[in-house]
Structures are given as structure tokens and as C-alpha cells.
């Protein structure tokens, strides 16, 4: 992971930890980037029955995961790395400083610093609300992609529409239905903009083929798996964004990229996710989708940074108390 400008003191150390679910690291490694900080990555794989008991109960004593050095900082988010985090500050000497990401559902106590969404009800002193969460999309990634662009996607006219198609997820399957509707959304989009589509290992395969036999028949593109991955420059290069609403990192991704976003919105939307977009629609950053393209250009709204100083405080002001008792 390249750090960039850092804002924590050089030789600080950084572990991630998760189970390695690609919505919980994103955000987790984007905290990191915009810290400075070349975190490292400890995935972790609870037994049974520890990984029932998560979050409540007590990490697995025989997690591989979690041996010395201890870390500076711990940042993590998940159900079953609750009992991880907790354990590394026990171990450390309540040394390393801890920080978790969205509600660990047992209170405050979960870490020394944690920052949940605006829509969640977890507040206290130790607790960062934002209306959106850290991400790894970052404004020098972004100004990379544009730079030097990927040629399956800028030999596309513009306006360009970057859609990208999430599915199946633990909150509510993605019904034929709405598959159906946003594939008749994208039929009329597809009059007014080149589609730059992409689609999630969650995505049912009828969709993600008829997603490709859209691509196909307008001149379009769909990442079929080969090549680079071109999600970056999928955001970096388009003039619109269409995103279905079942995932709000997704999202909060696509509006950091400063274009408008189209909001697809399943009939079984998971109902935490709601608050989220109403806040993102009342920034005029987020609309519904309707098959068109929106002309407004709003503003990237990004509050990785903000999170990030955030942390950087709070870890500085930790640092500096285990200094103090030393002394004493």
C-alpha cells in the first residue's frame, strides 16, 4: 500500500485487521493511505465457536493473526474483528491505540477511537460521525487515471457513464425485477452516454450477461475479468455515475469522483442505507437514476482526509500521554 503524504510521525506502525471481506478492507486501507501510513494487513480466521461469540465474545487464543510486534495503530471493522482489536490492546500494554470502523455493536468501549455513519445511533467522546466513510478512491488516484488513462475506456465518446452493478448481498437478494428495470434504465442511458460497466462477484449471472450483451450492442465496455481491474479509472474518466444502491461504499466511492451519481435504488434497499443517501441526495451529489444524464457537476465530496486528522490527532494525543507516564 504507497502512502501518501503522511500525517502521522515517520516509522509509525499500522496493522489492518479483518476477515478479509472486500467492503470491510477498502475502507480500512483508504483510512490508512490518507494517513501516510504502509499499513500492514493481518486477516483473521476465528474458530468456532469464537467466531459465533464476535462481537461479544473473547478473540481465538490460537489466532494466527495476532502475534508481536505489537502494532503503534490498529484500525478494523467487522463483526468478528471486534474481539481481535480488543485483544491487541490487551496484549500490547494497551500500548498500540486502536480505532474501528462503523458500530462494533458493544458500545464505546470497543476501541480508543471509532467512527461510525451519521445514520448510526453510537455517539460519545471517542466516537468520529460522518455522513460518508473512508475510502481508497483518493484525489491523487483519481488525478493518476486522468493522467494516463486507461485506452479501453478513453477511446469512448464522451459523455462517458461509469455503472457500476453490486447484486446479492447478506441484507437482500437482487430480485429479476430489478434487474430488469435498471437494464431498461441503462437501454435508455446508453442514447446519451457511452457505458463503462462494471459488475460484482455478487451480481446474478442473468444480469451480468445481459449487462455484457448491453456493453456489446451500444459499443460500450464490460470488464469481463481480463486485464487490469479498471474501477479507478471507470470513475476517473466518467462525466456520470450509475450505481446500485446495495452497496453504500459503492456510493460514497462514486461521489468522490465529482460527477454526478445516479442512484439506483433496489425494491428490498437494505434500511440502514437510507439515511445515507437521503444526506447524499440533500448534497446534490446523489440522484435517482431515470435513464438520463444529469447535468450538474457537483463537488467531490470525500471525507476520508477529514477522518484521517481526525485519527492522527486522537493517535498523537495517545502517544504523547505514554510518553508523559514514562517520565514519571
Known sequence: MAPSAPLLPAGTTA?????GKAGDLAPCRGLAEALGLAAEERRIAPRLPFSWFAPRGPADPRERALVPPWPDLAIATGRRAVPALRAVKRRSGARTFTVFLRDPRIGRRAA?????????RLRGANVIVTEAGPHPVSPARLAAARREPDPRLSALPRPRAAVLVGGDSRHGRFPDEDGRRLLAGLERLSGEASLMITASRRTPEPLRAAL???ARRRGGF???GSGENPYLALLALADTVVATADSANMVTEACAAGVPVLLFEPQNLYSRHRPLFAALKSHGTVHPFAGRVEALRPKPLDMTLAIAQAVANAYIGHRDALARRKTR
Not at 496493522?15 to 476477515?19: E, F, H, N, V
Not at 480508543?112 to 448510526?120: E, K, R, S, T, Y
Open 15 to 19: 496493522w489492518l485487521i479483518t476477515d
Open 112 to 120: 480508543d477511537l471509532i467512527w461510525v455513519p451519521a445514520h448510526d
Open 212 to 214: 455484457a450483451d448491453l
Open 222 to 224: 464490460f470488464w469481463d
